[in-house]
């Protein structure tokens, strides 16, 4: 089976040309926007919903005056109040690489306090979702093997040769000037702006190019600019993995029946390590029988991405157990599963076209050693795959400033979960260092990305509503907030 993209884990990328600094652009007039009747989904077979949608024009390249354009998809949810305000609010999605349309479409419930009076506007940022993708075809098998430094580069490569676009022009500093024409074409007289992940980069960086554009920003599992996300992915996931363990060891029913369960974490990897296993399982979506290769890189694949999300970490303990009892199935379809999400969600030429340029060059700049990722779980596969990626693939524009801490009196809204593995607390503490009008929510045991959690919708409309943190009530969290209990067995979680 054929897939777009390139697999994290797998397929890598990296270096055919100089970095471009920020390019001055020409003068260009408002560009026009049409909208007409629409309907969007989270994807293919998931129910849609109403919206207005368009086709914003944009060159390719925004210093030249003769560049070719490309199109970006837009989509305008409409307010449910018949006189919205002017000022919408704007998501931007992960990875990088994630369709923002996809993703609102599938967490709009979380948004639906602040649609009360504002249109939701959605811009599938420049090489993703319909806006001039850039994807490469690959095989399924790729996915589940053992990461190979060459097989990736050559995978790079053929990746390369195949995209319709010159990857240099789809990086956060391109990003940011099609938001501004978004705006000016909308005739919108400023954003509000909500950005998860990756996103929290786009919306810092918007908020320092146009500081008279943006009214409020929302940044949800913040990436504070000035850390290169690479040797710090699996310091923070191994963090959290040790956290599931001591809060399942804290818990009476959890430790009752996962009295080992750190021990045979540490047991099932030096197995798999060693000895990899082939795993029959059922494919998640045709429900055939087929052999899944299964060794230490997969297990660190599945553990890390179920580590996102209270409701999925509440497996973990149950999944390890099995497995280390002989069982693979559960943990190699949750694997599968887990891996082809990253294929279906993610356009990984824009993904590699955003790390190579503002990530990859600046990893001798994080105190981040090899025996430290070592002595993680994941290792330094991630490390070096994102290496292998940028030694082939062309690093793109930058703005000079992109990697410093943004500083602006802007209404500001920071939330993190305290079990995030990839953006923790702190990270929302080193980018809030010169926010000087901002607020910082923390969930309790909550994962990556906050905004359908809890009471934290109503306290983003509130705060949209206000312009301020100052008159925020955070107390609802107290009440509200909950954590999956541990799956004690495959028939639920425990009372």
């Not at 693939?393 to 920071?414: C, E, F, Q, S, Y």
Request: hydrophobic residues 40%.
């Amino acid at each position: 089976m054929k897939r777009s993209g390139l697999a994290i884990a797998a397929v890598v990328a990296g270096n055919l040309a100089l970095p471009l600094s920020g390019v001055a652009q020409p003068e260009e007039e408002v560009a026009s926007l049409e909208l007409k009747e629409c309907r969007i989904s989270a994807g293919p077979g998931f129910p849609g919903m109403k919206a207005r949608c368009g086709i914003l024009k944009r060159p390719l390249d925004p210093g030249s005056a003769h560049s070719p354009q490309i199109d970006l998809h837009v989509a305008v949810v409409p307010a449910l109040s018949l006189e919205p305000e002017t000022d919408p609010l704007v998501p931007i999605a992960g990875g990088p690489g994630q369709s923002t349309i996809e993703f609102y479409a599938a967490y709009a419930q979380a948004f639906e306090h602040i649609r009360r009076e504002r249109d939701v506007v959605l811009v599938d940022q420049r090489g993703t979702g319909r806006s001039a993708p850039l994807e490469c075809e690959m095989d399924d098998e790729l996915v589940e093997r053992e990461f190979s430094r060459d097989q990736a580069i050559a995978e790079v490569k053929r990746c390369l040769e195949e995209l319709p676009y010159d990857p240099r022009f789809f990086t956060t500093s391109v990003a940011v000037t099609d938001l501004e024409a978004l705006r000016l074409a909308l005739g919108s007289p400023s954003f509000n702006v909500y950005g998860v992940s990756y996103g929290t980069r786009v919306a810092q960086h918007y908020a320092r190019r146009y500081p008279d554009a943006t009214r409020t920003v929302i940044l949800d599992g913040v990436l504070p600019p000035q850390v290169a996300l690479g040797p710090d992915i699996a310091i923070e996931a191994q963090k959290a993995l040790d956290a599931i363990f001591n809060r399942c060891a804290e818990s009476p029913s959890c430790n009752g029946r996962f009295p080992d369960v750190a021990e045979e974490f540490a047991r099932l990897q030096a197995q798999l390590a060693t000895s990899p296993v082939t795993v029959e399982v059922p494919d998640p979506v045709t429900w055939q029988t087929e052999a899944v290769p299964f060794g230490h890189e997969q297990l660190a694949g599945a553990l890390r991405l179920l580590s996102y999300h209270p409701n999925t970490v509440a497996l973990m303990p149950l999944l390890i157990h099995d497995a280390a009892a002989g069982d693979f199935r559960p943990l190699a379809a949750q694997f599968l599963m887990a891996a082809r999400s990253v294929l279906d969600a993610l356009s990984m030429g824009m993904h590699n076209a955003v790390v190579c340029t503002e990530d990859a060059p600046f990893f001798g700049d994080e105190d981040v050693g090899r025996e430290q990722l070592e002595a993680t779980y994941m290792g330094p596969v991630q490390l070096d795959s994102l290496e292998a990626i940028c030694s082939e693939w062309p690093h793109g524009i930058l703005d000079d400033d992109l990697r410093t801490p943004l500083a602006t009196d802007i209404p500001v809204l920071l939330l993190s979960g305290d079990a995030d593995p990839i953006t923790p607390p702190d990270f929302a503490e080193m980018a809030a260092v010169r926010l000087s009008n901002s607020r910082h929510l923390v969930g309790i045991d909550q994962g990556h990305g906050q905004a359908g959690r809890a009471c934290i919708p109503e306290i983003m409309a509130d705060f949209i509503d206000t312009a301020s943190v100052n008159e925020l009530d955070e107390t609802c969290l107290e009440e509200r907030q909950f954590a999956m209990p541990f799956f004690l067995d495959y028939t639920g979680p425990s009372p």
